[in-house]
Nanobody, 124 residues
Framework: QLQASGGGLVQVGGSLRLSCAASGFTLSYYAIGWFRQAPGKEGEGVSCISSSGGSTRYADSVKGRFTISRDNAKNTVYLQVNSLKPEDTAVYYC???????????????????WGQGTQVTVSS
């Protein structure tokens, strides 16, 4: 399964680095996506990175502020979140792509092996 970590409480404009670690399977075979769920709102696909790390996708809402990367040797994917805004407050989840090695979309239906999320709270 996948386990997200690294969340916390930060002020507007702050930064965090979220980690997504895999257990029981080899992360390098999969594209990995980050998603978030805020109370009362629909879930949103935030970013995705291909299995090799050579291709990435971002939601328009986070472009230029979030950076996804991976270290396959450590079986871990990262999401650097900068310039945080109150609307970034959510539980962040990672999941493995089910449609090949690339990021076909940021739709949750194209991902599986969902793990527990990590809470990011941005205070103003």
């Amino acid at each position: 399964q996948l386990q997200a970590s690294g969340g916390g409480l930060v002020q507007v404009g702050g930064s965090l680095r979220l980690s997504c670690a895999a257990s029981g399977f080899t992360l390098s075979y999969y594209a990995i996506g980050w998603f978030r769920q805020a109370p009362g709102k629909e879930g949103e696909g935030v970013s995705c990175i291909s299995s090799s790390g050579g291709s990435t996708r971002y939601a328009d809402s986070v472009k230029g502020r979030f950076t996804i990367s991976r270290d396959n040797a450590k079986n871990t994917v990262y999401l650097q979140v900068n310039s945080l805004k109150p609307e970034d407050t959510a539980v962040y989840y990672c999941a493995a792509g089910t449609s090949g090695y690339g990021c076909r979309s940021l739709h949750s239906t194209d991902f599986g092996r969902w793990g527990q999320g990590t809470q990011v709270t941005v205070s103003s």
